[in-house]
T-cell receptor
Framework: DAGITQSPRHKVTETGTPVTLRCHQT?????MYWYRQDPGHGLRLIHY???????DKGEVSDGYSVSRSKTEDFLLTLESATSSQTSVYFC????????????FGDGTRLSIL | QKEVEQNSGPLSVPEGAIASLNCTYS??????FFWYRQYSGKSPELIMS????GDKEDGRFTAQLNKASQYVSLLIRDSQPSDSATYLC??????FGAGTRLTVKP
């Protein structure tokens, strides 16, 4: 299995609080992605990174920010969590030959009350 | 708005049958197409990629691409209960369909 670790795996928090999710990879892949998955919507891209300090927005980036200070780590921050951000969040990586994620982490189940 | 559409299912087939999963996309400029399998409660895994019109076979899986009609399909031959999962279609701009849930009945 590809070395991707997401933390935490589960989190419950309250509306208005900041939340940070971490993705750590040991594959030295260039591309990293954050997706959210909701019933009826499939996977939707939040942000992605194509290198250290190089990031770009996906289709549902409002309310989220990301940072990548090292090749192996990609952080997703919810500035002020809302109930609409309750979801399962997946991190993914790619070697960079294309834009399509090749390996996914196990996911973080986030509940915002 | 670029769209990737899949029938949400559930699609139910008997063991040993051929399962046919379909996906349509709206962006005519799309060049790369992918199929992922996702077991319940698990993360997606990449199972097939296709870039040219026609068929691509990998074991019991065949991906079919028709760019003129803007559809891509996945055929699973000799379906097994272990193939029961949700199958996600994706195109090269990192956009996914909502997935089709497949159930293979023994």
């Amino acid at each position: 299995d590809a070395g991707i670790t997401q933390s935490p795996r589960h989190k419950v928090t309250e509306t208005g609080t900041p939340v940070t999710l971490r993705c750590h990879q040991t594959e030295n892949h260039r591309y990293m992605y954050w997706y959210r998955q909701d019933p009826g919507h499939g996977l939707r891209l939040i942000h992605y990174s194509y290198g250290v300090k190089d990031t770009d927005k996906g289709e549902v980036s409002d309310g989220y920010s990301v940072s990548r200070s090292k090749t192996e780590d990609f952080l997703l921050t919810l500035e002020s969590a809302t109930s609409s951000q309750t979801s399962v969040y997946f991190c993914a990586i790619s070697e960079g030959t294309g834009h399509q994620p090749q390996h996914f982490g196990d996911g973080t189940r986030l509940s915002i009350l | 708005q670029k769209e990737v559409e899949q029938n949400s299912g559930p699609l139910s087939v008997p063991e040993g049958a051929i399962a046919s999963l379909n996906c349509t996309y709206s962006d005519r400029g799309s060049q790369s197409f992918f199929w992922y399998r996702q077991y319940s409660g698990k993360s997606p895994e990449l199972i097939m990629s296709i870039y040219s019109n026609g068929d691509k076979e990998d074991g019991r899986f065949t991906a079919q691409l028709n760019k003129a009609s803007q559809y891509v399909s996945l055929l699973i031959r000799d379906s097994q209960p272990s193939d029961s999962a949700t199958y996600l279609c994706a195109v090269n701009d990192m956009r996914f369909g909502a997935g089709t849930r497949l159930t293979v009945k023994p």
